[in-house]
């Protein structure tokens, strides 16, 4: 867990769930990952429904909180702002096996925003202090935050400053800050992600004027070398482009998106030598995941639809999508369709 934040594959909706977290998993064994945001309520409401027996309780949190020891070192998110509910549910977190419990006060997304958390929590400092400190408590894991450089009109340095001290005081482990402001009305969370400029230099500056707290650079991020090119040698040191190093970089969109162009990712981030993942050697490796998750009743389709974007740049990439999709979307399909899938990319060599 030490340090695997260098390089963190970011939360996302309807992506980094626990079969693409495998996924990853193949290509990289130290970066850390993260889960899609959990809305505490929703386990809450869970916990309290009075009419389901034990085991359909137990059905239900696993469809939310479900993971795999080798998903780790693995984060959940969540999304909320009740210090006793985020308690319960980080304190559930590590229950079920998460090294991390990351708070999201990010998501500017409407339905969010009217529930009174995400991106809006940025203008209630004191309130994210007591969710974390809450939290902290209840479970002992290292509780982070994850959030912008500011919403609406409340983007100046000092107020992000202010907001990061104010949340550190409640015991906050490390910041990921995505480098944009959020606009709560007005754009949608897509618009929220493309249309604020980035500010790499703000989320350096913050480090600047907080070396004590371990800051991590999300947004825009779109290659190694990029991720190379902020991060720190040493904690605390200068980037060889002499800019305030980062203590780690949070990569999103170009990760669902090129799974494998993160695969040198440990030896460069890491400094661990490992033999770099290939498109076959991922799609093997998720057989025995498959395998268990089969077994027990699942779909390979949930599994399989994270593949789409591993093949890409060569001769067949098309084809090989496409037959994948065909085949893993049958109601009978197993870990045969990646055994197969595997040796078609392997006799191309990729
Ligand atoms: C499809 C999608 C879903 C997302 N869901 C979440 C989420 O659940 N929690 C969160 O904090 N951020 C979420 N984000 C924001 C990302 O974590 C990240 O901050 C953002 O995409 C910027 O990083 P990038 O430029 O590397 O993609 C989502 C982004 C995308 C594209």
Not at 44 to 69: K, M, T
Not at 136 to 146: I, M
Request: with cysteine; proline share 5%; net charge positive.
């Amino acid at each position: 867990m030490e340090q695997s934040y260098r390089f963190s594959v970011a939360p996302m909706l309807d992506c980094t769930d626990r079969h693409f977290r495998v996924l990853m998993r193949q290509i990289s064994r130290h970066a850390l990952l993260y889960s899609e945001m959990v809305v505490a309520r929703a386990i809450d409401h869970i916990l309290q429904e009075a009419r389901v027996d034990g085991s359909e309780r137990q059905r239900r949190l696993e469809r939310l909180l479900g993971c795999d020891p080798i998903e780790r070192p693995l984060a959940l998110q969540l999304g909320g702002d009740d210090p006793k509910i985020l308690a319960q549910t980080a304190a559930l977190a590590a229950e079920w096996g998460y090294d991390e419990v990351n708070l999201n006060v990010g998501c500017p997304s409407a339905k969010v925003v009217q529930g009174r958390f995400g991106a809006c929590l940025m203008a209630e400092p004191e309130r994210v202090a007591e969710c974390v400190a809450a939290m902290v408590q209840a479970s002992g894991l290292p509780v982070t935050v994850k959030h912008r450089i500011g919403i609406d009109a409340r983007d100046s340095f000092a107020e992000l400053v202010q907001f990061v001290d104010t949340v550190a005081s409640g015991g906050a482990s490390r910041f990921s800050v995505h480098a944009r402001k959020a606009w709560l009305k007005g754009l949608d969370p897509h618009q929220n992600r493309t249309v604020p400029p980035l500010r790499w230099d703000l989320v350096q500056q913050l480090k600047q004027a907080r070396p004590g707290l371990v800051i991590e650079l999300n947004g825009g991020l779109e290659t190694l070398e990029d991720c190379e090119s902020v991060l720190a040698r040493n904690p605390g040191s200068k980037t060889d482009e002499g800019s305030v190093g980062m203590d780690g970089v949070m990569v999103g969109r170009a990760a669902y998106g090129h799974p494998l162009r993160w695969k040198a990712v440990d030896r460069v981030v890491f400094g661990q030598p490992r033999k770099e993942a290939s498109a076959a050697s991922v799609v093997m490796g998720l057989v025995p995941h498959a395998d268990r998750w089969c077994s027990r009743g699942g779909r390979l389709w949930p599994m399989a639809r994270h593949l789409v974007h591993l093949v890409q740049g060569v001769g067949g990439a098309r084809h090989w999508r496409n037959s994948i999709t065909q085949e893993a979307c049958r109601r009978d399909a197993g870990p045969e369709v990646l055994i197969a899938a595997a040796q078609q990319l392997e006799a191309r060599g990729v």
